[in-house]
């Protein structure tokens, strides 16, 4: 089948997908985007997280098909003009990245709360990511990124 | 099958270039060079490859734990449309067995399969559905065998063997003093068990395989070790080493998990038979059969004191389910048997360890490494101790702390640092987190969660300590040496100094290390480290805490060298004398007389490179007593935990753990501390979630779904105090620091919880029937508020 939709603001089109594969699956094979990671493919880590029309989802739980006429937006549409987004600085200062394998999960998922919510409390925090699994920093540094980067928002 | 006409020799997809780093040195806090592009999406990890022409391959895993293969038919599947090639046993063409210390296990196996999940058949097709529905078109005749599953079974003389060499794959006897005479005053007993657990790496096994179109191929892959898969594959593909070269992808998480070899021979055999590139990437169920884990252990103890505390005699016996093959078990049961008394003075000592074949899944390397078993069982027998002491149980590990000038069980005396003592002591003086009030209380903070179970009505209050020690570095006589290149040059007018070693950066932040060091000792901003690879000899394995200390000193000493040869220049140019010389901000500065000449001027176009290969000092075998110099360094780490266990509803919340760690010195504190975070998550996940689930040799439960991880709601926040007491026989005096936190988080986790419930608690993890007394572990329901059954013989 043929997809069309928008990704990252760019209007893409692909052919010859096959109705079982994910989104997921078009945006990193088909579409050469391969930030968004596949560490369960069942929707339990977190780590290909994206925005459907707006709303933060695991890309492994979603077919292609239903992306049809949509507006994703992936862990690369968030940095603008070179610069990374507060949320992305921060967990690089923070040390939140170890391996980076859960990153963009936990980037994208930092990215939603913090539009919801600039002033989490910590229970918030944890809440809204406990969704997205990471296996290096036991999460404190990644608490520490998300504090950091809601800071610097806040103030902005 | 055709050769593709033009093979492209690199990915097509633009690879990111080295990041050069600038800020930070030893000592410093320093933000990874790898850290944007990871939050950007950018960085490249081995599952994210791609090449023109590229197909998958796919592996076809036996359904059975232990069978017969009587045939193998793959005649239809070669005949599905988009099927490039299908691969047995047969078409591997040299060694037909691989293996990182013993070579038992078939790279694809023939006649017999002694695990559930052991490759069989290999495709590789244009789309990757396509090569999984070719995979049940292959034909597969089994006789199905009766498993082993057991490893005392496992151990009985008439018990089938499932190796030649027989079933019992190692045993290590360690025989300190004399048990037999020495008299206790107080003895306790006790039976531990411990679960198999999961590396559980985020990034599932990845590569790719690049055919060179001259018979070799290049290998794109995520590993912890490059030369000793560069060897193994080279071996089973009958080639020369040098037309095999491995190139370092991106690594998401290692923990162990990715030392044996995956796909590599696998992706490699399929990329030379297509003449295409082969990528193979594994799910997360096949992941789960796709590596080793960490090895279930059945450990019995006895520990003997005197009235007023002080250790007599341990005896261990400690039994280890190998599963099917080798892997580095060998090494595993070493471990074991040499840390089984744990970190105490003891006069006489008897351990048993032994490792086991049977039919579950193979085990082999974790975070931990042998030590993370006894350590649960060491620990919760001091408790023990203590409490049939009447002790308080910090007392009791201070007054029998080992300390430098004892020596261990197995002979080797303890080398300073070892200041387990102090690390008590400090650990006992940090202040307890303020008491919450259970009313009230924010339900997100109290055991079980936001599922809304609990309103504190059976919440109970505990807390636990352990104590863990571990060996850094290769052991027992290994040649264990890392190599580095270290070359200063010019660019852009600026000197740029450029580190090129082996080491695997797992997510530990050894590239970023490298920097530090190379930045520290040639006085140079911009360093640019290089991908790994295997045109540079071995860097040894990213194992058993020791990259910072091995190829941290490799890339010392060759700045050391670079340096020299700077110094000698200009000696001969300007005659100073180089005892005064320093290198700043990329000048050569004289004591006293300022700035000499700034390197891009006294290089003049040249460059300036060294290589240095490094080995720490030498380690010996354990003689049949289990005595010897084994190992070359031992970290330590305390542990305080705090929990809440609702008693009734059986569940947990860990409100803090704390910890003291000697680290010799903390080379980049904010991924120091990283390192202490995560391998407490990890020890947290064996104390109360993770265990891959084995029946009848089958996991049960090998999925994100139902193998549970701990997520930001189960991880405490978490306290640490930093001791830098240098070892003077390592680089900058730093110890190995990845894995006494995963160590002793667990033990100080279910002596918390025996704490607040009173319960025997002897396996982890510990399950919600367990603090409930639902079941017991051994069999033996204990009655509600009972405190197990009694072993004391006080």
Partial sequence: MRLSCTVNGEKREVENVWEGESLLYVLRERMGLYGSKNACEQGECGSCSVYLDGTLVCSCLVLAGQAEGCEILTVEGLAEDERLHPVQEAFVEAGAVQCGFCTPGFVVATHDLLQRNITPSEAEIREALAGNLCRCTGYEKILDAVRLAAERMAAS | ?794
């Avoid at chain 2, 089938?160 to 006897?173: A, D, F, V």
Wanted: charged residues 25%; proline residues 7%; aromatic residues 6%.
């Fill in chain 2, 1 to 794: 099958m055709t050769r593709a006409e033009t093979i492209p020799t690199t990915p097509t997809r633009e690879r990111p270039e080295t990041p050069v780093s600038t800020p930070g040195r030893v000592g410093e806090s320093t933000t990874r060079a790898d850290g944007v592009p990871k939050v950007t999406g950018e960085f490249e990890y081995s599952s994210d490859l791609w090449m023109d022409g590229m197909l998958y391959g796919a592996t076809l895993r036996s359904p059975h734990p232990h069978a017969n293969i009587w045939s193998v038919d793959t005649s239809e599947a070669e005949a599905v449309p988009g099927i490039f090639a299908v691969l047995t046993h047969e078409d591997v063409p040299g060694r037909k067995v691989c293996g990182m210390e013993v070579p038992d296990q078939p790279v694809l196996a023939w006649e017999r399969v002694r695990y559930q999940g052991e490759p069989i058949a290999l495709v590789a097709a244009d789309h990757p559905e396509t090569a999984r529905r070719a995979l049940e078109k292959i034909s597969v005749e089994y006789e199905v065998l009766d498993p082993i599953t057991d490893a005392e079974e496992a151990m009985r003389e008439d018990t089938p063997k499932l190796h030649l060499s027989g079933n019992l794959l190692r045993h290590i006897h360690v025989v300190h003093g004399d048990v037999d005479t020495a008299e206790a005053d107080v003895v306790v007993e006790g039976e531990y068990e411990v679960g198999m657990q999961d590396q559980a790496f985020l990034g599932p096994e990845s590569g790719l395989a690049v055919p060179d179109g001259r018979g070799g191929v290049d290998l794109y892959i995520s590993t912890q070790w490059l030369h000793i898969d560069r060897d193994q594959v080279a071996e089973s593909l009958g080639l020369e080493p040098d037309q095999v070269r491995l190139h370092l992808s991106g690594v998401g998480g290692a923990f162990g998990g990715r030392e044996d070899l995956s796909m590599q021979i696998h992706s490699c055999l399929l990329a030379l038979h297509t003449g295409r590139p082969v990528k193979m990437m594994y799910n997360r169920e096949e992941s789960f059969y796709g590596h080793v884990h960490r090895h279930p252990a059945r450990m019995r103890y006895e520990h003997g004191a005197t009235r007023d505390g002080k250790l007599v005699y341990i005896k261990a016996r400690l039994v280890f389910d190998g599963g099917a093959y080798a892997s580095s078990s060998n090494a595993v049961c070493l471990n074991a048997g040499t840390f089984a008394c744990g970190p105490y003075d003891v006069p006489n000592a008897l351990v048993d360890s032994y490792m086991l074949y049977t039919n579950n899944p193979p085990c082999g390397a974790m975070r931990g490494f042998g030590a993370v078993q006894v350590c649960f069982a060491h620990e919760a027998q001091m408790d023990k101790l203590a409490k049939a002491l009447g002790m308080d149980p910090v007392e009791l590990r201070i007054k029998n702390a080992i300390k430098p000038g004892d020596r261990f069980p197995f002979g080797q005396e303890v080398p300073p640092p070892a200041p387990v003592a102090e690390l008590l002591e400090r650990l006992k003086a940090m202040p307890m987190p303020e008491e919450e009030d259970i009313t009230g209380r924010d339900l997100r903070r109290l055991p079980g969660g936001v599922s809304n179970v609990t309103h504190g009505e059976g919440v109970r209050r505990g807390v636990g300590y352990a104590v863990g020690y571990k060996n850094v570095g290769f052991s027992a006589g290994f040649d264990d040496y890392s190599t580095a290149k270290v070359t200063l040059s010019v660019e852009g007018g600026e000197p740029l100094v450029r580190v090129h070693t082996a080491a695997a950066e797992v997510g530990q932040g050894i590239v970023t290390l490298e920097a530090q060091i190379a930045r520290t000792e040639l006085g140079v901003n911009k360093i640019a480290v290089l991908p790994a690879d295997t045109s540079i000899d071995s860097a040894g394995s990213t194992s058993a805490s020791r990259q910072s200390y091995v190829t941290g000193a490799a890339v010392k000493a060759a700045c050391e060298a670079v340096r020299e040869k700077v110094f000698a220049r200009v000696r001969e140019e300007f005659g100073e004398d180089p005892d005064g010389l320093s290198i700043e901000d990329g000048n050569v500065v004289a004591e006293g007389h300022g700035i000499v000449v700034p390197l891009a001027e006294l290089l003049d176009g040249e460059e300036i490179g060294e290589l240095v290969k490094y080995r720490h000092k030498p380690t010996y075998p354990l003689d049949e007593n289990g005595q010897g110099d084994a190992h070359v360094q031992f970290a330590f780490a305390a542990q305080r935990a705090i929990v809440e266990v609702d008693e009734e509803l059986g569940l947990v919340r860990v409100v803090e753990v704390a910890t003291t760690q000697d680290v010799g010195k903390a080379m980049n504190p904010q991924a120091l501390e990283g390192q202490i975070e995560g391998g407490i998550a990890q020890g947290l996940g064996l104390a109360l979630l993770e265990e891959i689930q084995v029946k009848e040799g089958r996991i049960q439960n090998a999925s994100f779904t139902d193998y549970l991880l701990p997520t930001i709601l189960d991880m405490p926040p978490v306290k640490m105090e930093i001791l830098e007491l240098a070892d003077p026989d390592a680089p900058y005096g730093l110890k190995g620091v990845g894995e006494p936190p995963t160590i002793a988080s667990t033990p100080a986790i279910v002596a918390a919880l025996r704490d607040a419930t009173g319960r025997e608690l002897n396996r982890v993890p510990v399950k919600p029937e367990h603090i409930v007394g639902i079941s017991g572990p051994t069999g033996q329901p204990p009655q509600p508020g009972s405190r197990g059954p009694a072993a004391e013989r006080a």
